[in-house]
């Protein structure tokens, strides 16, 4: 059983698919250990809650340095003992030390086809703003694993949604996170729970 973590600051939509996945046995051999915040109000939380799964915020403006908030970040994570730590909508930069411990062991998702519309500013809203304003006619999301870039890590799935003619921000963002991001994040846990992830030269090689 692949024990994860799901990192969040937001809404949680993403956890929620993965939630959702688990109980339709569309992930299998995975379970949740824990969700961590890095924002008290996060509705993520909530969303733990009522499933019942651990949950807990451990906030920056906590720590009178970001280097403590770190050890204490890294300290927590490593109590639970996961097997793969899930980025869902988390937009705190992951420290080295942690990206080194837990190598192969990070997923993000990216809300565009990576290597477009990704890297430092580039998060959330922003990225569907700079879609629209370049004028591409197709975006979509990516799962990585997190390597010391920003977005740079091998890339384990990505799926294309069309840009429409009137598309706000918003209503693109939507349509990205329903047609792409709630279906191969849960995909992406599941490839990996069940063995058939490796990453071979930096690159990901998936099982048939
Ligand atoms: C998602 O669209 C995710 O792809 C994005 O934040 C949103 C979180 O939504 N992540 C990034 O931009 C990371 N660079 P959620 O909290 O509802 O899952």
């Known amino acids: 059983m692949l024990k994860l973590a799901v990192l969040v600051s937001g809404g949680g939509t993403n956890l929620q698919a993965i939630m959702d996945?688990?109980?339709?046995?569309?992930?299998?051999?995975?379970?949740?250990?824990?969700?961590?915040?890095?924002?008290k109000n996060a509705y993520a939380l909530e969303r733990a809650a009522k499933k019942g799964i651990d949950h807990l915020c451990i906030s920056p403006k906590d720590y009178e340095s970001r280097e403590e908030f770190n050890r204490v970040f890294l300290e927590k994570l490593d109590s639970y003992q996961v097997d793969l730590v899930v980025l869902a909508g988390f937009l705190v930069v992951i420290?080295?030390?942690?990206?080194?411990k837990y190598r192969n062991r990070i997923i993000n998702i990216h809300p565009s086809l990576i290597p477009s519309f990704c890297g430092t500013g580039y998060y959330g809203l922003k990225v569907h703003e700079g879609v629209l304003a370049r004028g591409v006619k197709v975006t979509g999301a990516t799962v990585h694993f997190v390597d010391e870039g920003t977005d740079t890590g091998p890339i384990i799935l990505q799926k294309a949604v069309s840009v429409e003619q009137g598309d706000t921000p918003e209503i693109l963002q939507r349509r990205v996170m329903e047609q792409a991001e709630w279906q191969i994040m849960p995909q992406a846990i599941d490839l990996i729970a069940n063995g058939k992830v490796s990453v071979v030269d930096g690159h990901v090689q998936i099982a048939e």
Not at 95 to 100: D, L, R, S, T, V
């Open 21 to 39: 996945a688990i109980d339709a046995g569309k992930i299998t051999n995975a379970k949740i250990e824990v969700v961590i915040s890095n924002n």
């Open 95 to 100: 420290p080295a030390e942690m990206i080194q």
